[in-house]
């Protein structure tokens, strides 16, 4: 089965950083686009950062020059580096998987930056 498995969320102080895992089995990694969303309460979920299958990348505007995303193929593995937070980042962060019309979500992991 497929599974998709985001760790390294928790609390972090305003200009802290965390690093996001997603481990990932079930399907092939490589030939699938990685990328983190992320949902607060009340709001849309916003695509975060995205990684293509050949690392090709994009961001946020809210979070481009703080945040990066990579993908370690090896481990079926990816990330997302998070730079100089701020209270505005707190959400649930979501991992996500795409190839073609096929698609998968893991259950999230929560970031909260606070002081």
């Known amino acids: 089965q497929v599974h998709l498995v985001e760790s390294g969320g928790g609390l972090v102080q305003p200009g802290g950083s965390l690093r996001l895992s997603c481990a990932t089995s079930?399907?092939?990694?490589?030939?699938?686009?990685m990328s983190w969303y992320r949902q607060s309460p009340g709001k849309e979920r916003e695509l975060v950062a995205a990684?293509?299958?050949?690392?090709?990348?994009n961001y946020a505007d809210s979070v481009k020059g703080r945040f990066t995303i990579s993908r370690d193929n090896a481990k079926n593995t990816v990330y997302l580096q998070m730079n100089s937070l701020k209270p505005e980042d707190t959400a649930v962060y979501y991992c996500?998987?795409?190839?073609?019309?096929?698609?998968?979500w893991g259950q999230g992991t929560q970031v909260t930056v606070s002081s």
């Open positions: 996500h998987a795409s190839w073609s019309q096929l698609n998968y």
């Open positions: 079930g399907f092939t990694f490589r030939v699938y686009a």
């Open positions: 990684i293509t299958t050949t690392g090709r990348t």
